[in-house]
């Protein structure tokens, strides 16, 4: 027997566990797009004449975030969208995402932007991995990306970068900071406040958890680049994965409660735990909270 959507009655594609309800394509695709509406009017509002930069993989989420940001802003000629992919020289990985890229913004009608480690840093990841075994070459190529993404973001004059992370990224990391007692880190993760020399991040899919917004992805026919990257080798998040996983089976609604219980106590973790002001970083200029930022660290760069 075909379950039916709670709603109009038309055959059910989702049973979403958290809410009790069952619901049709229909349905379901307006309840992704009204939760992620409130999100921005909640977290993030826009102003007129903003530029949103999208940081495109090309992966599901990052695909799904400009589509749905498309759909709600596309139509306003006061706001510019424009995807913005970071090539990291992964053989076998990255090509196939960023031509999944070019292929939705193509489609779209947006402008993507594509910067490159080789042209930033002089190297690739596959040149870095191999020699950064013991930290794990994420925390490498993150801090990097990060880095290029907010200097093209700044370049372009953008008042935005939207990020894909969803419900299961943020759930992730909010009990990932508490299991490794970094405060600082968690006063990061709280919606962000102006920091000159930052374009202020933006996370509409944070309220959606990761298998809507894959079946979202799949039901608006999203091209998306497909593998997983060889380098991927975060232990300790794999391991609270499938805890949350495993919890949110036996107790739905878990990693919503651990968003909505972060975002009681973001405010009073911000007052009591103010972030450092920026200054800009002596090698490359970038904002940073040292003399010298982290990405130049990582490379070794030296005055
Ligand atoms: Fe970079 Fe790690 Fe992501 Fe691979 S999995 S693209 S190395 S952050």
Known sequence: MTLKCDKCNKDAIIYQKYSGMHLCRKHFTDDVERKIKLTIRKHYSIKRNETIAVGLSGGKDSSTTLYILHKIFGMRPDIRLVGISIDEGIEGYRPQ???????????????????????????????????????????????????????????????????????DDEAQTILLNHLKGDVSRMVRLAPPKELEGLVLRMKPLRQIPEKEVALYAYLHDLPLGFGGCPYSHEAMRKEIRVLLNDFEVKHPGTKYALLSGFDKISGILGREFPQEGLSECSICGQACTADVCQACKLLGRSK
């Open 97 to 167: 995402t960023i031509e999944s890229a070019k292929q939705l913004t193509d489609e779209l009608g947006i402008e993507l932007i594509v910067r490159s480690f080789m042209e930033e840093y002089d190297r690739t990841m596959d040149e870095i991995a191999p020699m950064k075994r013991e930290k794990g070459a994420c925390s490498y190529c993150g801090v990097l990306r990060k880095s290029l993404l907010n200097k093209t973001a700044l370049e372009i004059g953008a008042t935005r970068l939207a990020i894909g992370h969803n419900l």
